[in-house]
């Protein structure tokens, strides 16, 4: 199963940007579907964003859309968020995965999740 590597997490203020990245081990990376969720503790993991392989279509839970942007670049097996007019309640341990299908994502590979944190 691939392995995935998130990076860029950290803390930042109200109205900032941070861009994570999310790097595989391996070439297959392309062939996934690919997302990332977030998870607060004491809450359900939940959906971000996700891209389809080549990066043709994307998906945004309507909490970040025209906020975030999600995508990927194949050659460096690296799929990135940008994150920009972030908000507090954007804290959590965001989560890259890579899957067979968007439906199906969750079911994927997880990376280990990277803290972002937001003060007001």
């Known amino acids: 199963q691939v392995q995935l590597e998130e990076r860029g997490g950290g803390s930042v203020q109200a109205g900032g940007s941070l861009r994570l990245s999310c790097t595989a081990s391996?070439?297959?990376?392309?062939?996934?579907?690919l997302g990332w969720f977030r998870q607060v503790p004491g809450k359900d993991r939940e959906f971000v964003a996700a891209i389809t392989r080549g990066g043709g279509n994307s998906w945004y839970a309507d909490s970040v859309k025209g906020r975030f942007t999600i995508s990927r670049d194949d050659t460096e097996n690296t799929m990135y968020l940008q994150m920009n007019s972030l908000k507090p309640e954007d804290t959590a341990v965001y989560f890259c995965?890579?899957?067979?299908?968007?439906?199906?994502?969750?079911?994927?590979?997880w990376g280990q999740g990277t803290q972002v944190t937001i003060s007001s």
């Open positions: 995965v890579a899957g067979a299908s968007v439906s199906r994502l969750s079911g994927g590979a």
């Open positions: 391996e070439r297959t990376f392309l062939s996934y579907i």
